[in-house]
Nanobody, 123 residues
Framework: VQLQASGGGLVQAGGSLRLSCAAS????????MGWFRQVPGKEREFVAA????????SYADSVKGRFTISRDGAKNTVFLQMNSLKPEDTAVHYC?????????????????WGQGTQVTVSS
């Protein structure tokens, strides 16, 4: 599956952004989905994951209560709503998909990745 992430940008601390991850080539309904982020010089880190049905979600402690992952089957898209943004949220954000394992979209071993979208939060 091909993934296209979008929605990044520059926002002031306390603001909000909504990232989108659109799929082509396959329907996302059969995939577990996740969001990760990476800062230059640091390892990629897990942000959020969602099950195929959307019933189960997981979040990094650093974003719990501020970020919400969701999916829209009709649009074949997964979203990451980011509220109360902090300067430490600044990173390139990537979406990931895997059709076999929920754990893989948590531990970063997912089979498919989008190209990344830059999120910059100013203080």
């Amino acid at each position: 599956v091909q993934l296209q992430a979008s929605g990044g940008g520059l926002v002031q601390a306390g603001g909000s952004l909504r990232l989108s991850c659109a799929a082509s080539g396959r329907t996302l309904s059969t995939y577990f989905m996740g969001w990760f982020r990476q800062v230059p010089g640091k390892e990629r880190e897990f942000v959020a994951a969602i099950s195929r049905t959307g019933i189960s979600t997981s979040y990094a402690d650093s974003v719990k209560g501020r970020f919400t992952i969701s999916r829209d089957g009709a649009k074949n898209t997964v979203f990451l709503q980011m509220n109360s943004l902090k300067p430490e949220d600044t990173a390139v954000h990537y979406c990931a998909a895997d059709d076999r394992s929920y754990g893989s979209v948590v531990d970063g071993t997912a089979g498919s990745w989008g190209q990344g979208t830059q999120v910059t939060v100013s203080s």
